[in-house]
């Protein structure tokens, strides 16, 4: 008999490592039934609490629109798009131009 066997350990997503998050937090739980339910142990929830704090705190420093994040650009980027966005601008405008001029010869 192996005196070394652990149990193997289920991996559990992280919709469950929330709810058992918030299950251990309600007032009188019996954290240590709850997590043997889901065979974790202690510092386990101590790693879940951790990451749940980090992710709020992160979610509440950067304001917006949800799951947009801003991106930073290099300024050479920036130019090469700013130069793409007048060219696309211009040539829109040509074609405009032709457009209405093909629209007074049919008339």
């Given at each position: 008999m192996n005196t070394n066997s652990k149990k193997e350990r289920v991996k559990l997503t992280p919709e469950q490592l929330y709810e058992i998050h918030l299950e251990c937090n309600a007032p009188g739980a019996p954290v240590k039934t709850i997590l043997a339910r889901y065979g974790?142990?202690?510092?386990?929830?101590?790693?879940?609490r951790r990451k749940v704090k980090a992710a709020a705190i992160d979610a509440l420093a950067n304001p917006g629109r949800p799951g947009r994040r801003q991106q930073i650009v290099s300024i050479e980027q920036y130019?090469?798009?700013?130069?793409?966005?007048?060219?696309?601008?211009?040539?829109?405008?040509?074609?405009?131009?032709?457009?209405?001029?093909?629209?007074?010869?049919?008339?």
């Open positions: 974790l142990r202690p510092w386990d929830l101590v790693a879940v130019q090469k798009l700013s130069k793409e966005l007048t060219e696309t601008k211009d040539a829109l405008s040509a074609v405009g131009h032709e457009l209405a001029l093909l629209k007074k010869r049919t008339r």
